[in-house]
């Protein structure tokens, strides 16, 4: 049984954070993913979770210390079976996510957490997916709030905070509580997700023939809490479009030969990006949040863009800054080093932060269109299908043409219908003359 020695892990961009609670004592037994301490800056609240099982052997901090990326604050003695830490890759709200049940402060951006001890590849392995939006909503709160939720068994992660910044306080321990015994909600972390929503029966499929049961992956659970998060808290609604991209497509392939002299694979999301932002910046209110209050949108004078990637772990979204600033080969340049990260797990926190729109591409793989969920608390989010040649009519015969499905989903609270097709058609006609972006 080897001692490992555990660090505070990549905490963003904090340089010291307060703990303010040591959730563990010498002698107590963890598993993989256990919560040890918990930290607090002014913005948010996070967990550190254990990256081995084993037992507590040594605590070398206490409430109140300030800690840093880096400090070493326990010994676990790892248990035979648990000495290899898991390998699965820094997660992150994959796509499609979204804020918690209570949308928190949105000018914070994603700054997940990593536990960390000597060595890198398990300070990527046991990471723990932790940004301010799940911080501030899901855990903002003090030691007393918390052991009081612990003694009554409510999962304080569920419940909404009144407090500022969104902080539960005890007396929204106590709301969930009432709202659970007068039957207005479920308990806070049952199967509705303390919605109210009914429950979906639990069935007995064995009964029916042979099944096979197969834990769900650690970024897949994440994820799915954030998709269904958004799916309950966002009313979507998605516009479907097409663009005719046939001089975008030849474009492409006049310059490819030349890309890939440089290493470069040059695609059509690129392009499409490049689009995106020229309409973004046409439709402030796209590249916008709502306040956690909902009474007021925060336009965002940056433009990131978050890149759906599909991984063996699992959907992953990390971030491409400044798409304005950049030309289509740093831009591919940029797309190819993130996912190729995402697909090695190599993603960090920085990595996966400060997107303001998301684009779903599944146009390398086949349909034809698809409703992508809004990656909240961003307001919108774009499906690209894959482009076919198709017949179009230019007014006297058909032509053959190259055409792109694609579509928008947003939050319907913060663009009305007519600004969401505006948006769309905007995209498309961008699309079907790149000229437009240098105008
Ligand atoms: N229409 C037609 N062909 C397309 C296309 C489109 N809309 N988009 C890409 N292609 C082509 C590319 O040109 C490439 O062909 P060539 O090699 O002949 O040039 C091929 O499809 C494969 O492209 P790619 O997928 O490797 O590259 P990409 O830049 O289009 O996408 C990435 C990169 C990371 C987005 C993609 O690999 C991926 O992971 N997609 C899945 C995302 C996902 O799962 N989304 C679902 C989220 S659920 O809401």
């Known amino acids: 049984?080897?001692?490992?020695?555990?660090?505070?892990?990549?905490?963003?961009?904090?340089?010291?954070?307060?703990?303010?609670?040591?959730?563990?004592?010498?002698?107590?037994?963890?598993?993989?993913?256990?919560?040890?301490?918990t930290l607090e800056s002014d913005k948010a609240t996070m967990e550190i979770p254990s990256p081995f099982a084993g037992k507590v052997t040594k605590i070398s901090v206490t409430v109140g210390d300030d800690v840093k990326e880096g400090d070493y604050v326990f010994d676990i003695e790892a248990s035979a079976e648990a000495a290899a830490p898991v390998v699965e890759a820094p997660a992150q709200a994959a796509a499609p996510v979204a804020a918690a049940s209570e949308p928190a402060p949105v000018a914070e951006v994603a700054k997940p957490a990593t536990v960390s001890n000597s060595s890198p590849?398990?300070?990527?392995?046991?990471?723990?997916?932790?940004?301010?939006q799940t911080m501030g909503a899901a855990s903002?709160?003090?030691?007393?709030?918390?052991?009081?939720?612990?003694?009554?068994?409510?999962?304080?992660?569920?419940?909404?905070?009144?407090?500022?910044?969104?902080?539960?306080?005890?007396?929204?321990?106590?709301?969930?509580i009432k709202a659970v015994m007068s039957g207005q909600s479920s308990a806070p972390g049952q199967a509705s997700g303390g919605t109210g929503i009914p429950p979906v029966p639990v069935i007995d499929f064995s009964k029916f023939g042979d099944t096979t049961t197969e834990e769900l992956g650690r970024i897949k659970k994440i994820s799915g809490k954030f998709l269904h998060a958004s799916w309950l808290n966002v009313p979507h609604v998605t516009q479907f479009d097409e663009s005719d991209i046939t001089e975008m497509d030849q474009f492409r392939k006049d310059?490819?030969?030349?890309?890939?002299?440089?290493?470069?694979?040059?695609?059509?999301?690129?392009?499409v990006m490049k689009a995106v932002v020229k309409a973004l910046q046409d439709f402030p209110n796209v590249n916008a949040s709502l306040s956690p209050d909902g009474q007021s949108i925060i336009k965002k004078h940056y433009y990131n863009i978050g890149i759906a990637v599909d991984t063996p772990n699992g959907l992953m979204v990390p971030v491409?800054?400044?798409?304005?600033?950049?030309?289509?080969?740093?831009?591919?340049?940029?797309?190819?080093?993130?996912?190729?990260?995402?697909r090695d797990g190599k993603l960090g926190p920085a990595d996966m932060s400060g997107g303001t729109f998301t684009i779903s591409s599944l146009g390398g793989i086949g349909g034809t269109q698809f409703t992508p969920i809004v990656n909240a608390p961003e307001v919108a989010i774009m499906g690209l299908?894959?482009?076919k040649m198709q017949p179009v009519w230019n007014g006297s015969e058909f032509i053959p043409r190259l055409v792109m499905p694609f579509s928008v989903s947003y939050d319907?609270?913060?663009?009305?219908?007519?600004?969401?097709?505006?948006?769309?058609?905007?995209?498309?006609?961008?699309?079907?003359?790149?000229?437009?972006?240098?105008?």
Not at 320 to 342: C, F, N, P, Q, T
């Open 121 to 132: 590849a398990a300070i990527a392995a046991a990471s723990k997916p932790i940004n301010s």
């Open 1 to 37: 049984m080897a001692t490992e020695q555990i660090n505070i892990p990549d905490i963003g961009d904090f340089d010291t954070v307060e703990v303010i609670e040591v959730l563990v004592s010498v002698g107590d037994m963890v598993a993989i993913d256990d919560s040890l301490l």
């Open 412 to 439: 319907h609270r913060a663009l009305d219908g007519a600004e969401g097709v505006r948006f769309t058609t905007t995209v498309g006609n961008y699309l079907s003359d790149l000229r437009q972006l240098i105008l």
């Open 385 to 387: 299908s894959k482009a």
């Open 255 to 271: 310059q490819k030969a030349a890309a890939e002299k440089q290493g470069i694979k040059l695609t059509p999301l690129v392009f």
């Open 320 to 342: 491409v800054k400044d798409v304005d600033k950049k030309g289509i080969y740093e831009l591919s340049r940029d797309l190819m080093e993130i996912s190729a990260k995402a």
């Open 140 to 176: 903002h709160a003090s030691p007393s709030v918390r052991a009081f939720a612990r003694k009554l068994g409510v999962e304080i992660d569920k419940v909404s905070g009144s407090g500022p910044k969104g902080r539960i306080q005890q007396t929204d321990i106590e709301a969930a």
